[in-house]
T-cell receptor
Framework: GESVGLHLPTLSVQEGDNSIINCAYS??????FIWYKQESGKGPQFIID?????DKRQGQRVTVLLNKTVKHLSLQIAATQPGDSAVYFC????????????FGTGTRLTIIP | DAGITQSPRHKVTETGTPVTLRCHQT?????MYWYRQDPGHGLRLIHY???????DKGEVSDGYSVSRSKTEDFLLTLESATSSQTSVYFC?????????????FGQGTRLTVV
């Protein structure tokens, strides 16, 4: 079946270093991907998105890379800060008008002071 | 939180009782969703709505029903709550067709069935 998964459930990074969170998806027809951040006790918060006609998209301290050949998505966070500690989810919005989000199980990022 | 209010924020109920969770939005978004979040499962879609009175099932819809009589309100009902429905429930909204089609989430409702 179609799935969106994450390679690592936990990741610890020294403050100031860069972090990379990875995500694999299985639906080759997926055309829209989103990264969410979820802090404890809160709902997921949109970070950045990318469409399948792009390989890379940059935001403020974050970059999303999409490799359609191997169906892989990554989120890079530059110069990590304590406030980056959270659970990060990738999600796909389906294809051909399917507006249902499918989420991965999440990666917990911990920033070490 | 993009004008999304979930109520109640916390609820404890007994097995076999009916429970209704409410999601209210002020963004006039067309799509509304109910997800549940459990450890090891991430977020799973229960039901969603693409317009007033237009709803469809998600991947974990058994035991749940929804209603949308107004654009701004989306109700999730557990007809007879079971312990397996203890979870954190999130409402989300989106407006596909705009430039950005990401979903915005509410703060969540923690439901405990005892």
């Amino acid at each position: 079946g179609e799935s969106v998964g994450l390679h690592l459930p936990t990741l610890s990074v020294q403050e100031g270093d860069n972090s990379i969170i990875n995500c694999a998806y299985s639906n080759s027809a997926s055309d829209y991907f989103i990264w969410y951040k979820q802090e404890s006790g809160k709902g997921p918060q949109f970070i950045i998105d990318i469409r399948s006609n792009m390989d890379k998209r940059q935001g403020q301290r974050v970059t999303v890379l999409l490799n359609k050949t191997v169906k892989h998505l990554s989120l890079q966070i530059a110069a990590t800060q304590p406030g980056d500690s959270a659970v990060y989810f990738c999600a796909e919005n389906g294809a051909f008008g399917n507006e249902k989000l499918t989420f991965g199980t999440g990666t917990r990022l911990t920033i070490i002071p | 939180d993009a004008g999304i209010t979930q109520s109640p924020r916390h609820k404890v109920t007994e097995t076999g009782t009916p429970v209704t969770l409410r999601c209210h939005q002020t963004e006039n978004h067309r799509y509304m969703y109910w997800y549940r979040q459990d450890p090891g499962h991430g977020l799973r879609l229960i039901h969603y709505s693409y317009g007033v009175k237009d709803t469809d099932k998600g991947e974990v819809s058994d035991g749940y029903s929804v209603s949308r009589s107004k654009t701004e309100d989306f109700l999730l009902t557990l007809e007879s709550a079971t312990s397996s429905q203890t979870s954190v429930y999130f409402c989300a909204i989106s407006d596909p067709g705009q430039v950005n089609t990401e979903a915005f989430f509410g703060q969540g409702t923690r439901l405990t069935v005892v």
